[in-house]
T-cell receptor, first 111, second 115 residues
Framework: GEDVEQSLFLSVREGDSSVINCTYT??????LYWYKQEPGAGLQLLTY?????DMKQDQRLTVLLNKKDKHLSLRIADTQTGDSAIYFC???????????FGGGTRLMVKP | DAGVIQSPRHEVTEMGQEVTLRCKPI?????LFWYRQTMMRGLELLIY????????DSGMPEDRFSAKMPNASFSTLKIQPSEPRDSAVYFC?????????????FGQGTRLTVV
């Protein structure tokens, strides 16, 4: 089955950039997603990238995909205290709508 | 659309009682997922449906857990009898087949506490 790994925790200072990393094993993934979960809430889609892309930028968010190394990253520029949350990467395979989630990275932003 | 709606938001029950969690997916979505989230095990997929039919229930922990989807707008997850180790946040999510992507929309979750 698919293995999706994320580091558990990341701490940054307000205004710095945050980089959250995700590694996976199944190279057949078509869409790769980043979700954000704030305390007491469900997961909310932040952004996604299609597997034939290397990079996608959306305002403060930059997604990088290295298919050779099976590595996905999310960069948040000018990180704010409101960005403190758990971030999940998720992968979709070719068939079906099932997503495989990583364990989540808890981002703490210090003022 | 109001998004995926789950009820109740919080449930506290005694060990041995039956618990029923409810989910209303987004209208038009043809996939529905039930997840469980705990500190120890993270986010686990329990079961998912496509067009109201259960496709994969391999994540259901044991026979005490059952899920149904009688129609396209409603699903239940039942635990009978409940145990303290079932305490977790249970999420329902739905998605739509089309356009390639499978963005899953999550509900707010039901926080279950079994005492």
């Amino acid at each position: 089955g698919e293995d999706v790994e994320q580091s558990l925790f990341l701490s940054v200072r307000e205004g710095d950039s945050s980089v959250i990393n995700c590694t996976y094993t199944d190279s057949s993934s078509t869409y790769l997603y980043w979700y954000k979960q704030e305390p007491g809430a469900g997961l909310q889609l932040l952004t996604y990238i299609f597997s034939n892309m290397d990079m996608k930028q959306d305002q403060r968010l930059t997604v990088l995909l290295n298919k050779k190394d099976k590595h996905l990253s999310l960069r948040i520029a000018d990180t704010q205290t409101g960005d403190s949350a758990i971030y999940f990467c998720a992968l979709q395979r070719n068939a079906g709508n099932m997503l495989t989630f990583g364990g989540g990275t808890r981002l703490m932003v210090k003022p | 659309d109001a998004g995926v709606i789950q009820s109740p938001r919080h449930e506290v029950t005694e060990m041995g009682q039956e618990v029923t969690l409810r989910c209303k997916p987004i209208s038009g979505h043809d996939y529905l997922f039930w997840y469980r989230q705990t500190m120890m095990r993270g986010l686990e997929l329990l079961i998912y449906f496509n067009n109201n039919v259960p496709i994969d229930d391999s994540g259901m922990p044991e026979d005490r857990f059952s899920a149904k989807m009688p129609n396209a707008s409603f699903s239940t997850l039942k635990i009978q009898p409940s145990e303290p180790r079932d305490s977790a946040v249970y999420f329902c999510a739905s998605s739509f087949t089309g356009g390639g992507g499978a963005e899953a929309f999550f509900g707010q979750g039901t926080r279950l506490t079994v005492v």
